[in-house]
């Protein structure tokens, strides 16, 4: 993913790649997921995923729209964005 978002590929075209982005968005779902039912607690995730995934998600953001349109599903990783917003302040 790094090495596409690096060649400044922000709408993948390659299965493998596109699945690559997915998966990475997949994790930070999950993850937002733990935060919001308590399953995890959210400092420590924050003080080990917040930078990344603030960078991520920003880098992200073309792809992220186009899987929304695509699957036409508005909340696709809300949980992971509403992390994003709530650690921006």
């Given at each position: 993913?790094?090495?596409a978002?690096?060649?400044?590929?922000k709408?993948?075209?390659?299965k493998e790649t596109i699945n690559c982005f997915r998966s990475v968005?997949?994790?930070y779902e999950m993850l937002g997921l733990t935060?919001?039912?308590?399953?995890?607690?959210?400092h420590?995730?924050?003080g080990y995923w917040k930078k990344a995934?603030?960078?991520d998600w920003?880098?992200?953001?073309?792809?992220?729209?186009r899987e929304r349109e695509t699957f036409d599903h508005a909340t696709l990783f809300e949980d992971a964005e509403a992390i994003v917003k709530k650690w921006r302040g």
């Open positions: 993913m790094l090495e978002l690096n060649k400044g590929i709408i993948p075209k390659d968005l997949n994790t935060v919001k039912y308590g399953a995890i607690d959210e420590v995730w924050e995934l603030i960078r920003d880098r992200l953001s073309d792809f992220i729209q």
